[in-house]
Nanobody
Framework: EVQLVESGGDLVQPGGSLRLSCAASGFTFSSVTMNWVRQAPGKGLEWVSSINNLGVRIRYADSVKGRFTISRDNAKNMLYLQMNSLKPEDTAVYYC?????RGQGTQVTVSS
């Protein structure tokens, strides 16, 4: 059974930083591209970033480019998202996802 469990979400002030983590199990993590997607209140899912299986092909949405960094540790079956210079518009539930689905999400709230 594929399991994706996100953690690390919190309430943070504008300009602050957070590091999200995603623990993966039930599939060959090192073989698949992984993504972070988010859903802001009242809006649809938005793709944020992706990283291929070896971690050498990385892409970001324009809205987060230069502020967010995606990474993975295939030895630990972990996916990460380092988020810096956070803005109120980054407020959302963040999910890690692959072609099999996504986790339950972790809430990130950026507010003063």
């Amino acid at each position: 059974e594929v399991q994706l469990v996100e953690s690390g979400g919190d309430l943070v002030q504008p300009g602050g930083s957070l590091r999200l983590s995603c623990a993966a199990s039930g599939f060959t993590f090192s073989s698949v591209t992984m993504n972070w997607v988010r859903q802001a209140p009242g809006k649809g899912l938005e793709w944020v970033s992706s990283i291929n299986n070896l971690g050498v092909r990385i892409r970001y949405a324009d809205s987060v480019k230069g502020r967010f960094t995606i990474s993975r540790d295939n030895a630990k079956n972990m996916l990460y998202l380092q988020m810096n210079s956070l803005k109120p518009e980054d407020t959302a539930v963040y999910y890690c996802a692959n072609t099999d689905g996504r986790g339950q999400g972790t809430q990130v709230t950026v507010s003063s």
